[in-house]
């Protein structure tokens, strides 16, 4: 048995500004428990997360962990299905609020602040660099905005010239060899499989290994969310429960397909973000775009993806100038921390989880 977690960000840095699935996670009947981490930078929440995720591998429990898209190596969740319990970040910019606390979970909040004069000194030096984070979200945001803008224009150039038609009953044959009718209505969990983050254009390859069969869409031009809208709505239809992976760039459209019970995934293999693992059978949709019909704007659609690439690499850079004011905060946070009580916070977390 594969005992890896599933890995997904449940937010992206996208061309619509910052976009959030953690109340599709929160709707999952799996878990009966929501707990919900509040407070500033620096006050515990990705350490306690990863201490109750370290001990459910020791335990190789079935996991989903949530990485920031802000910050990779931080966690925004952990879903624990079998114990009915997750775990999540609840602060800006994914605010979450409980209906029920008590009754389906609750709040985590940290200790107290040591010596809260000396913090209260800092206010200013915290709004100057809080202002500066601001400044670089701005930035990404204008930035994936226009790259979202030269994806639309290139959708615009290429949809004239391909066979949606053909790909929509290629799909059909798919559906009728990897699609069986469940026993239980579908289901689809939203999540973010990639991202643009700080550290690159990041995608979660492991979790698709997880699967014994992988079709690999071979997507030079953009039209693989045709393939995958029409096994998505079929695998609702027949009652699948299965991840539905959305693009980072641009959250409207598919971008892979992860069904852990039939061990099956689709993934797109993009110009920006070519999957090279290893794959049950490869399909590539690029045949679709009449050649002879792309030959005259061949050139203009490498010059618009070369431009793509560019405003990302500048978001890329944006993001990491974002991730060092957030470390600047947690460095002004820092001294007045109370270290031992933080640390009993995370351990009494992993008590809420596991029985020790």
């Not at 996670?25 to 990863?50: H, V, W, Y």
Request: overall charge positive; proline content about 7%; hydrophobic content about 35%.
């Amino acid at each position: 048995m594969n005992h890896k977690p599933y890995r997904f960000f449940l937010g992206a840095n996208s061309s619509q500004g910052f976009v959030s699935f953690f109340e599709n996670a929160l709707e999952d009947d799996a878990i009966r428990q929501n707990f919900i981490f509040k407070g500033g930078p620096g006050c515990g929440k990705s350490t306690a997360m990863k201490q109750a995720a370290q001990e459910g591998l020791r335990r190789q429990q079935p996991m989903e962990i949530i990485h920031c898209s802000s910050d990779p190596s931080s966690l925004d969740g952990v879903l624990f299905p079998e114990q009915g319990k997750a775990l999540y970040d609840g602060t800006a910019p994914h605010t979450i609020d409980l209906p029920f606390p008590g009754a389906q979970g609750g709040y985590i909040l940290p200790p107290p602040f040591l010596s809260e004069e000396e913090l209260v000194q800092k206010a200013d030096a915290l709004q100057q660099v809080q202002q500066k984070l601001s400044a670089c979200y701005r930035q990404v945001f204008t930035l994936t905005a226009a790259a979202g803008q030269v994806e639309n224009r290139l959708h615009l150039l290429l949809s004239g010239i391909t066979d949606a038609a053909r790909l929509r009953r290629r799909a059909v044959g798919i559906i009728a060899r990897e699609i069986p009718r469940g026993k239980t209505p579908g289901r689809e969990k939203k999540r973010f499989l990639s991202g643009i983050t700080p550290e690159g254009l990041l995608r979660f390859d492991e979790t698709i290994g997880k699967q014994r069969r992988v079709y690999c869409l071979e997507d030079p031009h953009g039209f693989a969310p045709v393939l995958l809208e029409e096994i998505r709505r079929a695998a609702l239809e027949r009652g699948q429960v299965f991840y539905g992976c959305y693009c980072p760039l641009c959250p409207e459209k598919l971008e892979h397909l992860i069904f852990p019970e039939l061990s099956l995934a689709f993934v797109s293999s993009t110009p920006l973000h070519p999957y090279e693992g290893p794959c049950f059978r490869r399909l590539d949709l690029g045949r679709l775009t009449d050649r002879e019909s792309l030959r005259p704007i061949r050139t203009q659609v490498r010059l618009l993806r070369k431009i793509q690439l560019a405003l990302l690499e500048d978001a890329v850079a944006a993001l990491r100038q974002a991730k060092g004011c957030h470390d600047q905060l947690e460095a002004l946070y820092r001294p007045h921390l109370d270290i031992p009580a933080l640390q009993q916070t995370a351990e009494e977390v992993v008590g809420k989880i596991f029985v020790l």
